[in-house]
């Protein structure tokens, strides 16, 4: 019964259990959990709103990005275009060569096969002779290819030239222009000053007219009124003349004296007036100033537009130098090319015609002329001046090569 599972019950008179106490702080813990909570929630609604409120502006941009890259994409596939366009254009050149090349090489095929049908069973005694003149040949051809690397040599020093000699003339255009721009706003300034003494001019001839007809009323004022002073004098001399009064005659004959000789001066004033003067000599000198200083920017325009004319002419002449060195150093290069594709094929068809002889004849070994040299001794044996050799002269010297090759073998 002591260990019983079951609980006892409790009456009033027994001890019951202390609740704990709860003081500020337990409280106060709980209010800052929840304000805490409240203001993560807070946080979290402006952090959404930030990203999925402005749905409208992330819109826009990505479609910006979008179409900068189209944009991006369709400039590649136009010069992808137009890359494809020159690879296909120089395939087709390739090709154009290779035909050409491959016609070539029949042709000396064809040459080779003659050269086998119409072949000796005996040609021991004609061995060194033919070895002598491949020989001279081949010296020959190195001739040619030292020549035409001196012309490439003295076309890209050439080049070279007339790059710079174009450049410096660009900089003089450069500066002729700049000089144009300036005298064109000394013109343009001259002209600006000419309008304004032109507007000085007239508006000092507008008062030299207006003091002339001032001058020209004074002058008939002054008149009228001496006349009709001198009038009124006769009038009062008439009246007084029954009075005798000395005194009286005397003060009226100085008094028109007087006046006379006011008139008098007046009129001479009006004659010796030097405002006018001065007025006409500094328009005449404006004047001057104005024609001297247009003739001299007219003459220094024209002077600057020659000069940039003959700069002008000056670059096209250097253009079509420089055009022409080009297509010159092409026609050369080109004409190397085919040399050393003639040698390269007189080459191989020399050592398979002496291969079958060696093989024919092998007691002929010692006595058979090297057919490579080095290259200061094929210099040393070239007499033939470098000059000027086109792809022409080159053809022609490979055919008289192969006809006395092939002659030797008949």
Request: with cysteine; aromatic share 6%; hydrophobic share 30%.
């Amino acid at each position: 019964m002591e260990k019983s599972s079951y609980p006892m019950a409790k009456f009033g008179l027994e001890a019951k259990e202390v609740m704990p106490k709860r003081d500020c702080g337990f409280y106060v813990k709980y209010i800052f959990l929840f304000t805490s909570l409240i203001q993560f929630l807070i946080i979290l609604g402006l952090v959404l709103f930030m990203v999925y409120g402005n749905a409208q502006a992330g819109t826009d941009t990505h479609l910006r990005l979008l179409e900068e890259q189209l944009q991006d994409r369709y400039s590649k596939i136009i010069a992808l275009g137009e890359r494809n366009i020159n690879l296909t254009r120089t395939l087709n050149a390739t090709l154009k060569e290779k035909q050409s090349l491959q016609t070539l090489a029949q042709k000396v095929q064809r040459e080779l096969e003659k050269c086998n049908s119409s072949q000796t069973p005996n040609p021991i005694p004609k061995l060194q002779e033919m070895m002598k003149i491949i020989f001279y040949q081949k010296t020959k051809l190195d001739e040619c290819h030292m020549t035409i690397g001196l012309i490439n040599a003295s076309c890209s020093t050439d080049k070279v030239l007339l790059r710079s000699q174009l450049d410096q003339a660009a900089q003089a255009k450069k500066e002729q222009e700049e000089n144009c721009r300036k005298e064109g706003a000394l013109l343009s300034k001259a002209t600006a000053e000419q309008e304004s003494c032109q507007q000085e001019l007239r508006g000092s001839q507008s008062l030299l007219e207006s003091t002339r007809h001032n001058l020209e009323l004074h002058k008939q004022e002054c008149s009228t009124l001496r006349s009709d002073i001198s009038y009124s004098f006769q009038r009062i001399k008439e009246m007084l003349s029954p009075y005798s009064c000395t005194a009286v005659h005397d003060q009226l004959n100085w008094l028109t004296q007087r006046t006379e000789r006011l008139f008098l001066w007046q009129q001479d004033r009006d004659t010796k007036y030097v405002g006018k003067s001065v007025c006409e000599a500094s328009l005449s000198q404006c004047q001057q100033n104005c024609s001297r200083g247009k003739q001299e920017l007219e003459k220094r325009l024209q002077d600057s537009e020659k000069q940039v004319k003959g700069g002008q002419e000056e670059k096209k002449k250097l253009l079509a130098e420089k055009e022409q060195l080009g297509k010159e150093l092409e026609e050369k290069s080109k004409a190397a090319a085919q040399a050393w594709y003639f040698k390269d094929q007189l080459s191989i068809c020399m050592g398979s015609k002496v291969g079958e002889m060696l093989r024919t004849s092998p007691g002929t070994r010692g006595s058979l002329l090297p057919l490579s040299l080095p290259a200061p001794s094929l210099a040393q044996g070239c007499s033939i001046p470098p000059g000027k050799i086109n792809a022409e002269e080159i053809q022609r010297s490979v055919q008289k090569i192969m006809e006395q090759y092939t002659s030797t073998l008949k």
